[in-house]
């Protein structure tokens, strides 16, 4: 990566492979760039502003998205890759994008889904976690379990909430 500062112009690469940390107070904007990172985590913000192709993660970490931050989807599609499920941050949108997981998402405490777009893979909601999807619609290709609240989704697969 070079010394300019951010934001990045379209044609810069950011190739890290390891885990890329974004610290709690900041905020980190994809606009078209070659974004490739072996994981994902921390309590800062993250958002998608192309309709591109985005991969992140490595199926051999087991630690490799870790979110406790925002995470705006936009309308990027974002496949993220970890061996034992994505633990997505507080709040993660979609805006006509895709989002998704073969090893499935977990949502922590009041963790939320929101937005217009089409989610792919496994979806445990936890206790508090909500899926909120707009008027546009949301759509969840997976199994969706746990205790949390679903609104204004179409869910294609099985549905065990308590």
Do not use: C
């Amino acid at each position: 990566m070079d010394s300019r500062p951010a934001p990045y112009d379209v044609d810069d690469v950011l190739d890290v492979a390891q885990t890329l940390t974004i610290a709690s107070g900041i905020s980190a904007t994809v606009n078209g760039a070659t974004f490739n990172v072996g994981g994902l985590a921390g309590a800062g913000n993250l958002s998608f502003t192309e309709s591109r192709n985005y991969g992140l993660g490595k199926a051999t970490n087991s630690e490799g998205i870790s979110l406790t931050g925002t995470l705006g989807v936009g309308p990027a599609n974002l496949s993220l890759v970890d061996a034992d499920g994505v633990d997505l941050g507080s709040s993660t949108t979609l805006a006509g994008g895709t989002l998704g997981s073969l090893t499935g998402f977990a949502l922590d405490g009041d963790d939320e889904i929101s937005g217009y777009g089409q989610l792919f893979g496994h979806l445990n909601l936890g206790i508090y976690g909500t899926i909120a999807g707009s008027g546009k619609g949301l759509e969840l290709f997976g199994h969706v379990s746990g205790t949390g609240s679903i609104s204004d989704t179409t869910i294609y697969g099985n549905v065990d909430v308590g």
